[in-house]
């Protein structure tokens, strides 16, 4: 029987296991790549692995998430970054090179490799058809290491496309018609894979547009095939000698299959306060604006930026409306700089913002108090922003450009006086990687740079034979990882993990933290009680080390989103879910409870405990695989590799 690109790649890197859906398998991890926000953490755990060389295919460092450097924590971060990656043999991306996924689809991205990234927007890559998958900074690490990578063996969903997108719908609608068909939840253990004749209708930056943002329905990766298009791409990018082609056999069978016609497509937002609220353009037709904010991993491509030029030119955005525009790399920005669109923007009265993440992890530009804003993003959770009341809708490119210069939401399909920008594929990217660091060949002399910023990586002990301890927090459904550590303003603790744990659960319960912290002081162990989809969104592994460092031993939840659920093991903490959902109604806050045998249970391989809260008695599930559970005995993936357990792999035999 013939195979998907899925398997086919997932075949070609399989270190061990079998590929049927649900088993655990290992697989070779060819390249990485860390960010700044994500990335201290995982070179202090390489750091702490004890190894002197990356030994993977290709590891690049980018700093794109926090450039403001408003104090010495993001300078030092940035510092210690390019030291590390000079001394390991990584490459290193400056500050205002770019967003590390739109500067890895240019310039590093190949067919038919895996990348593993400690982003959760990783699978952008998967619209040049690798397959990309995003993890916390311990996996990257252990990647880096040559370690392989340890996943759930994928369900596959074909995603067919039919037809062609008709003026004014973009990739941007159709990711957000894949939302509005899957949602953000209950997808767990599944790669969409694209398929079909509209495949290639469709450019690379569009197909990564699709991939990008699939990370909000919570798959393990999303994968375009490597056909004619694609090699134009890598050719434009100077690359073409790289390209190999990936397609699925005619005859590959998939776990599910679902089909989208293009020609149906029609201009989509994402409304408040999540990106699975998906509702027509027209339906919002008139509403007014305050802020329009054009950039982001999901759409700041030379394509989607040169639309926006054609839409501005010869207008003026209104007094009040703030138009940001922050092209997603230097190559992009460069080329809109020679061909005369920055000249446009800045007639229009947009705010010329740096090639970087910036607005969209919530670190500058939050909007004015109830204000909506307009994003071409891919995450509108509940004060991600830096307003809690602001509401923010998700758009492409184009519909948010439009309504910058009117003020208002514009349907532009009612709209005849509107012309549709239609913008060529370059046959020729600007291709100057003069931001890129490249490590040298000798690094003895290099030496590593770390400010006071700069913290350990943090250990946890080994499970404790017995829970005993507290529920210090009962939170409710899609509880996101922007809600348990807070980005924005605090992100210059990402290197500080005591720091940084003042801020868990900041938005949800300001107590939260000092609550943990004394019970933790006074002997007791913290679980976490969560609804639906707990850790949904962000790769971040702090939102796992910093409950760890306040003593979160457990957290039992009716179901809990891959990333997080892995960054959890990682850390130490059980990952527990209830047998009956409806279990859940019977715990609350404060209470004391136990599950007596834990480590006995874990060691044994039971699949379930019992959780006891005075009388009562909850069944919960303990779904680990026989690795996971070592690593939990142990106290987490650092102290198990430390320890000698079982990272062989790969590279580093
Ligand atoms: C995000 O979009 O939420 C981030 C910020 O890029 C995160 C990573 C982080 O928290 O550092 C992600 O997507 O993984
Ligand atoms: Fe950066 Fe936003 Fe993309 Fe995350 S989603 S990598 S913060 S641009």
Known sequence: MGRHITGKILSEHLVSGSLEPGQEVAIRID?????????????????????DRVRNELAVSYVDHNTIQAGFENADDHLYLQTVAAKYGIIFSRPGNGICHQVHLERFGVPGKTLLGSDSHTPTGGGIGMLAIGAGGLDVAVAMGGGPFHLIAPRVCRVVLKGRLRPWATAKDVILHVLRLFKTKGNVGWVLEYDGPGVKTLTVPERATITNMGAE???????????????????????????????????????????IELDEIEPLAAAPHSPDQVVTVASLAGMKVDQVLIGSCTNSSYQDLKAVTKILEGRHVPPSVSLGIAPGSRQVMKMLAEDGSLTVWLAAGARLLETACGFCIGNSLAPATDAVSLRTSNRNFEGRSGTQSARVYLVSPEIAALAAVEGRVVDPLIRTDLKHPRVKTPKQYDVDDAMLVYPPADAAGVRVIRGPNIGAPPRNEPLPEELNGVIAIKVGDKITTDHIMPAGKRLIYRSNIPAYSAYVFERVDPDFARRAAAARDAGMHNIIVAGESYGQGSSREHAALCPMFLGVKAVVAKSIERIHAANLINAGIVPLTFETASDYNRLQQGQPCRVPGLRAAMAS????????????????????????????????????????????GANNT
Not at 252 to 258: F, G, K, L, N, P
Not at 639 to 646: D, H, I, P, V
């Open 31 to 51: 390249q990485t790549l860390t960010q700044d926000a994500t990335g201290t953490m995982a070179y202090l755990q390489f750091e702490a692995m004890g190894l």
């Open 217 to 259: 329905c919570g798959v393990t990766t999303s994968v375009f095939p490597s056909d004619e298009v694609t090699r134009q791409f890598m050719e434009a990018q100077g690359r073409g000698a790289q390209w190999r082609e990936m397609r699925a056999d005619a005859d590959a069978s998939y776990d599910r299959e679902v089909e």
């Open 605 to 648: 391989g039971a699949a379930r405990v019992t959780l006891r809260c005075g009388d009562d008695e909850i069944g919960l599930r303990m779904d680990l695989t026989e690795r996971q559970r070592a690593i939990v005995l142990a106290g987490g993936l650092l102290n198990y590799t430390k320890a000698g357990g079982r990272e062989k």
